[in-house]
């Protein structure tokens, strides 16, 4: 199977997705000093792409990507290439139905609910209204409705820093165009002001931008998705 690691053996339901897990790693290896994010890497899981062989992803569907399709498919970071749950070479609406990506690395064992994201909004003029207003009323062939305009949090989990050209660049998402991403999330100090993402990486950063702000602006939507929907 391309891509994959040498799974180990694990048996299903074995307990080891705990709510309490660590975030994902950033995905920053570069050290500038000593006790910067790149000398420690903390978080959980082998990095920023693959989860460990005893979550959730690896029970459904026998490797251990992080962001798959609804069905388990996934695109590897390693080639770059389209694959079915069973390592079969595909194309991207196969292996991502619905330009869906779910992220198996916020898996809830408690409650059997983890997040997904769509990211294939063409559309770059949002100002916060009509951002909040596209990302609810997303719907697909699977989730019909419960979409959202992620908070800031939600954005920042999938914000990769090891990144040479773009934070949100990486295989499955590939938003290799330096936007900025509305979020939900607004500052206490001012409530006309709403935080967003710049991907980019001249100068990634989590900025504050007027409600009224549309040029340029995108959006992606998030949902609260439970294992109990998939087909």
């Not at 890497?41 to 990095?47: L, V």
Request: charged share 15%; net charge negative; glycine share 8%.
């Amino acid at each position: 199977m391309a891509g994959t690691r040498n799974p180990i053996v694990v048996k299903s339901g074995s307990g080891t997705c705990r709510t309490t897990a660590r975030r994902i790693k950033t995905g920053q290896t570069v050290s500038a000093a000593d006790y910067d994010d790149g000398y420690y890497e903390n978080g959980r899981d082998t990095d920023f792409f693959h989860c460990t062989t005893a979550d959730k992803v690896y029970e459904l569907y026998g490797h251990t990507f992080r962001f798959t399709g609804k069905t388990g498919g996934y695109q590897s970071n390693i080639d770059d290439l389209y694959y079915t749950k069973a390592g079969v070479l595909t194309d991207r609406a196969t292996a991502f139905p619905d330009n869906v990506i779910m992220d198996w690395s916020q898996f809830d064992e408690a409650t059997g609910e983890f997040l997904s994201y769509y990211a294939a909004f063409t559309n770059t003029n949002y100002n916060w209204t009509t951002a909040m207003a596209a990302a609810v009323g997303h719907t697909d062939s699977l989730f019909a409705t419960g979409w959202y305009l992620p908070n800031v949090q939600e954005i920042m989990a999938i914000v990769y820093l090891g990144s040479s050209t773009h934070t949100l660049g990486y295989p499955p998402f590939n938003l290799t165009i330096a936007y900025h991403y509305w979020t939900s999330t607004y500052t206490p100090s001012n409530v006309g002001y709403k935080f967003n993402w710049y991907n980019s990486i001249t100068a990634p950063a989590l900025v504050r931008a007027l409600l009224s702000t549309s040029s340029t602006y995108r959006l992606m939507a998030a949902r609260v998705c439970n294992i109990s929907e998939l087909p």
